[in-house]
């Protein structure tokens, strides 16, 4: 069992940024890929980025490539999310999850979940 708490959501005006956090406990967090993934109103949770194991490797959905940074520090348990330049489109509640494999951008493939943590852009 993976535990995972996002943190650092909140209210932000558009061309602003925030830094969520996830926080792992339970199995080795270094052996897990860990992906970022948002909900909207009304809208299916959608790919956001993900990091491999092997730090070195990143994916970003191309809505927020160059905008968005994911990383990871497994001394620490803990998985980030640097999200600069927001748009009002970004509104929503971000979830980080883990998977005991390679890194994919399919939600149902992730076995561990956080609760959420809600980002809001103002325009």
């Known amino acids: 069992q993976v535990q995972l708490v996002e943190s650092g959501g909140g209210l932000v005006q558009a061309g602003g940024s925030l830094r969520l956090s996830c926080a792992a406990s339970?199995?080795?967090?270094?052996?897990?890929?860990i992906g970022w993934f948002r909900q909207a109103p009304g809208k299916e949770r959608e790919f956001v980025a993900s990091i491999s194991r092997n730090p070195d490797i990143t994916w970003y959905s191309d809505s927020v490539k160059g905008r968005f940074t994911i990383g990871r520090d497994n001394a620490k348990n803990l998985a980030y999310l640097q999200m600069n330049n927001l748009r009002s489109e970004d509104s929503a509640i971000y979830y980080c999850?883990?998977?005991?494999?390679?890194?994919?951008?399919?939600?149902?493939?992730?076995?561990?979940w956080g609760q959420g943590t809600q980002v809001t852009v103002s325009s």
């Open positions: 339970g199995r080795r967090f270094s052996n897990h890929a």
């Open positions: 999850a883990a998977r005991d494999a390679s890194p994919v951008m399919y939600a149902r493939q992730y076995d561990y």
